[in-house]
T-cell receptor, first 115, second 116 residues
Framework: NAGVTQTPKFRVLKTGQSMTLLCAQDMNHEYMYWYRQDPGMGLRLIHY???????AKGEVPDGYNVSRLKKQNFLLGLESAAPSQTSVYFC??????????????FGPGTRLLVL | AQSVAQPEDQVNVAEGNPLTVKCTYSVSGNPYLFWYVQYPNRGLQFLLKYITGDNLVKGSYGFEAEFNKSQTSFHLKKPSALVSDSALYFCAVRRLTGAGSYQLTFGKGTKLSVIP
């Protein structure tokens, strides 16, 4: 049982390049999330999904796109990277039963540097 | 809007002493509150949560948190700090989104340093 995994662990991009971050979970969770973590800012929600085939915007969605084609995977895409997207990106998942206070399980993170 | 505040960016405590990491909240209705810990170069790990019931919540690694409705606080505590407790601690509150699902809003984090 690997929990939540993220690939890659670290990436350097040039401004304008694109990339996709992959998140996978093997806990059969319905909900999945993408956060970014910046110094002094805590975690901010980028996008989330409440089930296969669904996505929704979080607090800071601009410049990012997501897809949830399979229940176990949640992809985060940057179409044209900008230096402001330099950050540590975390994926998380939860059972997501509506109306319940659900614990989120986090992946180890992806460090992205945009030059 | 549902939010949490962590008033201290950093807390230093000597090993063996009690520790407190502070969190205050602002919510409408009953709060659902969480504490997470992040060790260096790792993802966040769940410590404990308050939903309802007993105001003292016990969690992982000997941590506990006290819910105080009159002071709108949810402080994290441990009777005797260990050097291995040194990490970044996040308080979070559950909030209802416009789409009808529940999300977490995190505080900015408090860095705990336990000094040998």
């Amino acid at each position: 049982n690997a929990g939540v995994t993220q690939t890659p662990k670290f990436r350097v991009l040039k401004t304008g390049q694109s990339m996709t971050l992959l998140c996978a979970q093997d806990m059969n969770h319905e909900y999945m999330y993408w956060y970014r973590q910046d110094p002094g800012m805590g975690l901010r929600l980028i996008h989330y999904s409440v089930g296969e085939g669904t996505t929704a915007k979080g607090e800071v969605p601009d410049g990012y796109n997501v897809s949830r084609l399979k229940k176990q995977n949640f992809l985060l895409g940057l179409e044209s990277a900008a230096p402001s997207q330099t950050s540590v990106y975390f994926c998380a998942s939860s059972y997501g039963t509506s109306g319940m206070a659900e614990t989120q399980y986090f992946g180890p993170g992806t460090r992205l540097l945009v030059l | 809007a549902q939010s949490v505040a962590q008033p201290e960016d950093q807390v230093n405590v000597a090993e063996g002493n009690p520790l407190t990491v502070k969190c205050t909240y602002s919510v409408s209705g009953n709060p659902y509150l969480f504490w997470y810990v992040q060790y260096p170069n790792r993802g966040l790990q769940f410590l404990l949560k308050y939903i309802t019931g007993d105001n003292l919540v016990k969690g992982s690694y000997g941590f506990e948190a006290e819910f105080n409705k009159s002071q709108t606080s949810f402080h994290l505590k441990k009777p005797s700090a260990l050097v291995s407790d040194s990490a970044l601690y996040f308080c979070a509150v559950r909030r209802l989104t416009g789409a009808g699902s529940y999300q977490l809003t995190f505080g900015k984090g408090t860095k705990l340093s336990v000094i040998p």
